[in-house]
């Protein structure tokens, strides 16, 4: 299950944010974000470029770090 730390989070809409735009990538099923932990983790039904989760992410405003 990869993970990533997303950084600007900070409410339970940020979350509904990221959680929705993992969720629109191919390949990408049960999303997980923990507010607290800054931690978003998702399974992969298909190989996901980490790249393409990146630019997702970044698009909606937030930035993944690491």
């Known amino acids: 299950m990869p993970t990533i730390?997303?950084?600007?989070?900070s409410c339970n809409h940020?979350?509904?944010s990221v959680t929705?735009?993992?969720?629109?990538?191919?390949?990408v099923s049960s999303?997980?974000?923990?507010?607290l932990s800054?931690?978003?983790s998702f399974?992969?039904?298909a190989p996901v470029?980490?790249?393409v989760v990146k630019k997702a992410?970044?698009?909606i405003g937030f930035e993944v770090v690491g």
């Open 31 to 35: 999303v997980k974000v923990d507010l």
């Open 20 to 27: 929705k735009a993992l969720e629109a990538l191919p390949g």
């Open 43 to 45: 399974e992969e039904t």
């Open 57 to 59: 992410i970044e698009k």
């Open 49 to 51: 470029d980490l790249g």
């Open 5 to 9: 730390t997303v950084k600007g989070m």
């Open 38 to 40: 800054g931690k978003a």
């Open 14 to 16: 940020c979350v509904m």
